[in-house]
């Protein structure tokens, strides 16, 4: 899959199946590129110590499922910043991933990921492996989704860095 493909809210995911690995010794699927830059990254942190694969590779089943699940369970106004349309998921891509601190218990939708200790130093390493935080502080009116601090997405080294360097998300880069 193309890692500077944009989903969001207006722009529909595209159908079809990435090649899919496990990562982090979890069931956790992501596209293969991804997942292997991922497992470089974590190594070079000894982040699987510490970091748990949370959430990566929905099929539209499951994105469904979870969209209704959270409508049911928290409202359409925590569903709508929280969760994408099936359909319109990162996560359908295989080139996003939710990231959680390990704990004895880890919310599926809004996993802790804190600005500070070996979180704080994936995301300062993640540009280089091709990672970007997805959807950061200041930027919901530009995305659509509020602040995710624990959903990471891979776009490639140089685009990452790029993105870092000059502040952009995914829908300001490619304009």
């Known amino acids: 899959m193309n890692p500077l493909i944009l989903v969001n809210a207006r722009h529909a995911c595209p159908g079809g199946v990435p090649d899919l690995i496990p990562v ?5 699927l992501l596209d293969w590129q991804a ?3 991922l497992e470089a990254l974590m190594e070079e942190l000894d982040g699987w110590q510490s970091i748990v694969p949370v959430s990566g590779w929905r099929s539209f089943e499951e994105q469904t499922g979870i969209y209704q699940s959270s409508l049911a369970e928290n409202g359409p106004a925590f569903t709508r910043k929280y969760v994408a349309l099936p359909g319109h998921s990162e996560h359908q891509t295989g080139l996003a991933i939710d990231l959680g601190l390990r704990g004895p218990e880890i919310d599926f939708i809004r996993p802790d990921f804190p600005y500070e200790g070996v979180c704080q130093r994936f995301r300062e390493r993640a540009a280089d492996f091709g990672f970007v935080e ?4 200041g930027k919901e009116a ?3 989704i509020a602040h995710e601090p624990w959903h990471f997405r891979y776009v490639g080294p140089s685009h ?5 360097h000059r502040g952009l998300v995914l829908e300001e880069y490619l304009v």
Request: no cysteine; hydrophobic share 45%.
């Open 24 to 28: 982090g010794g979890s069931p956790v």
């Open 35 to 37: 997942a292997q830059a």
């Open 134 to 137: 997805r959807y950061p502080a």
């Open 142 to 144: 530009v995305i659509g």
């Open 160 to 164: 990452a860095r790029e993105m870092v």
